[in-house]
């Protein structure tokens, strides 16, 4: 069946072929002089319409793309800033998303109306991509107002009554407000939310571009045609005119407009376009693509060995090394944590290597659960984790958690770690200096003690 799909995609119309049919059009256009007029005022009407429909699909499909941006700017707002400084609780982009919650350009709205126009089917696709990934976002947004309001309430207001409620899981009832504003700040500022954000930007945009692209070619085949017509009605001379200056015009959009294309693209490292054009040219885009396909394949295989630790999946030290060099910079507070398991070769002399294994996989686990996704396998028995942006309340929470997640686990692992405010009066060697010291420290006390 993908066979199948595969030779569709590429067939095309071989460029030879084309020289039978313009033969036998120019010895049949003596036939189609009496229907000229009436075509020229059917297709010309066409062409109006045509302009037309595609202002006003392209208004409806940006409509989706302002109204995200408008929601995510204004939860976002409110929950990096719920309360105003002298307070009060900052009610003003809670409203401004009320208001717009209430408009009627949401995904599913916007997309049901283009269901009943008359689009190609690769648009239809875009903005559905983009309406899911809208609703995503909502949900998210959503979820994050309802943990944020959790911790500062907002008066009972009528503008607000819009927003619906969301309701809170029994875990996220449990946590302390510190923990309930994170998590609400993940939602919204998170990778997967930036994601849907950037798919919603991405698909419109490819769907503006695909109605823009086939209202161009209805328009170009229109004017082709009306052209062709009325220079029929002078003569068969200007009409054979005609023919070859439409003929030009096929061969640019068959070939070189779409080879324009492959060399804007190639460079981006893009995919080309695969329906376009001839059959040789489908070809040739066909081929690129499918080296394309085995190289990213390729860099993704080699980017994953180079980086991660095989046995606990976490990033190894190369990548550890590589996170530090891309974090150089100032203006944020940052932690640095060295851990160490404990006992690991008496459990490998005792037990064996399979269960020295297993205890740095769960020590790995016990770490990255606690730490976030920063953490990284030295190698050997020595983990680390950076988290940015914390406070040294907020750091001993996440050691009382890790201390508390070892005994769970049925883990040791002595741990050391040193802070800073500000990453631009130290750097990252004196905080890993001083991490080890400090866990080594820990470590000598682990093994006296035992």
Known sequence: MDKDKKSLKVSGIPAGKLVLPIVLVLAVLHLAIISTIFMISKTSSSLSTIMQNAGHYNQEATSLLAGSSLLS?????????????NGESNVSPLSAYAQELMQDRRGPAVLQRFQTYDVPEKALEFLSV?????????????????LVRSVYPTPDLPQLSSIPDYPLTEEEQNMTDEQRVAAARTLVLGSVYGLNKQSVSQNVNACVSVLEEASSQKAAETGRQVGILRSILWAITLTIIAILTGTFVLLYMQILRPLKGFARTIPTGGALDETTGFQEVRLVASAYNGVRNRRDALDNILRSAAETDALTSLPNRYRFEQYILESESSGYSVAMLLFDVNFLKSTNDTLGHLAGDELLVSAAK??????????????????????????????????SRFETTEKEMNVSIS????????????????????????????????????
């Open 366 to 399: 016990c770490i990255s659960r606690c730490f976030g996704e920063n953490c990284f396998r030295f190698g050997g028995d020595e983990f680390a984790a950076i988290v940015k942006d914390c406070t040294p309340d907020s750091i001993e929470a996440m050691i």
């Open 415 to 450: 741990f050391g770690y040193a802070y800073t405010d500000e990453i631009g009066n130290t750097t990252f060697k004196n905080l890993l200096d001083e991490a080890d010291q400090k866990m080594y420290a820990y470590k000598e006390q682990v093994h006296i003690s035992r």
């Open 73 to 85: 700017e204004t939860s976002g707002s409110f929950i990096l800033m719920p309360q105003a400084e």
């Open 130 to 146: 983009a309406a899911e990934c809208a609703d995503n976002m909502l949900d998210a947004q959503l979820h994050a107002i309802a």
